[in-house]
């Protein structure tokens, strides 16, 4: 009997391994698929105007609003380093990277390329 034991519970426990394994991949392929996805959404905001409320969340992810929209600003290699406040003004096209930021109160202007900043 204790051999027999021994042999469903090997089993049992190989068919456990393959599950894990299955949500593994599972868990894997949704991420890749929902950070696409997230970034394709990033990639194509269009906005113009000054920032009205600005939040800096997990990992110092900023979320502004601009004329009366919210827009995420993670899902992207930008490091805004806690830049942005509130009445500066933010530009960005549809379907391109790069953000320009405009200090309120000195003018500058700092251009966010994917991982790198520099003044204009």
Known sequence: MEIL?????????????????????????YMFFSTKNARKVV???????????????????PEVTINGVNYYLGSTSWNFNHLIIVGDSLQKDSGNITVKL?????GRVLIFDGNNYYDK
């Open 102 to 106: 405009i200090k309120q109160k000195t």
């Open 43 to 61: 990639l194509n905001y269009k906005f113009n105007g000054v920032v009205e409320k600005v939040v800096y969340g997990e990992k110092s992810i």
């Open 5 to 29: 034991n021994q042999g469903f519970k090997r089993n049992f426990n190989r068919k456990f391994r393959y599950v894990y394994l299955l949500a593994f991949v599972i868990f894997i392929v």
